[in-house]
């Protein structure tokens, strides 16, 4: 199972963006094989262009990538968060997010991280006050709010897409109970003209016996029964094809309850 098999891609995007866009929290949501399932929201120069730009900077990011777990921080001071996207136990994603500072920033700090990383301070400088500010109350608040949420509606889409699946197995079972019904009836048919046959060979048998007197007496007997067995057996036939008859009308009445539930 996964996530974009329960829910439409565009709606998993606009809910990103938007909460992205009120949160000033960067975004992004990966499946369980780590391909992104959303393009990322509110990346920023500072992270994507500059520390993730270059060879040492993106081997400590891949790092906090692999370990990070929650909200954390990562190696160059800003707050990162990782929260996983789970259905009936199962893990079908994740999402990260953060890029966010947590406190005014300490530029020396921050020009030796570029420097440790190779690149140059003043651009990384002018990157860095693009980041936006937040209390860390309000980050670990933003990543909650944004685990609950996706979470929620996960779940929720796969509620009906598990119900809808159950429907569509029953329409299913449906349409073969029905063909099996109707096979039914007409092999009872068939069996009802081989009866109504039997009857009529039993009739002659009784006419020939008659003819035949005293010689054909046992005859006429074993004729009789015939005649009996096949008349029970008409009946027999004649229920069985009233029954199949009721099936397939509570067939059809089922078939249409759950067509009005899906409307």
Do not use: W
Not at 12 to 34: N, P, Y
Not at 171 to 192: A, G, H, P
Not at 200 to 217: P, V
Request: proline letters at 2%; aromatic letters at 6%; charged letters at 30%.
């Amino acid at each position: 199972m996964e996530i974009l098999d329960l829910i439409d891609k565009e709606k998993l995007q606009r809910l990103q963006d938007l909460f992205a866009d009120a949160t000033g929290v960067a975004v992004s949501m990966i499946d369980k094989e780590g391909k992104h399932v959303t393009e990322v929201s509110n990346f920023l120069d500072f992270c994507m262009k500059y520390t993730r730009g270059s060879e040492i900077g993106l081997k400590r990011c891949q790092k906090c990538d692999m370990e990070g777990v929650g909200t954390y921080f990562c190696h160059a001071g800003l707050m990162d968060f990782s929260a996983d996207i789970v259905v009936e136990g199962e893990k079908l994603g994740a999402i990260l997010g953060g890029q966010v500072l947590p406190a005014p920033p300490d530029f020396d700090k921050f020009r030796k991280v570029a420097e440790e990383i190779g690149v140059d301070p003043d651009e990384y400088i002018e990157a860095l006050k693009e980041v936006p500010v937040k209390t860390e109350k309000a980050i670990r608040a933003s990543a909650d709010l944004m685990e609950e949420m996706i979470n929620m509606l996960v779940n929720s889409e796969y509620i009906r897409y598990r119900e809808k699946n159950k429907i569509n197995i029953m329409d299913t079972e449906i349409d073969v109970t029905t063909k099996n019904v109707e096979q039914i009836e007409s092999m009872v048919q068939d069996l009802t003209k081989v009866s109504r046959k039997q009857n009529i060979l039993a009739l002659n048998a009784s006419i020939e016996a008659a003819r035949a007197g005293e010689a054909g007496r046992g005859f006429n007997i074993v004729a009789g029964e015939m005649g009996k067995l096949s008349s029970m057996a008409t009946e027999k036939y004649s229920a069985i094809i009233a029954k199949a008859g009721e099936i397939d009308e509570s067939l059809k009445k089922i078939n249409e309850e759950f067509k009005k539930s899906e409307e």
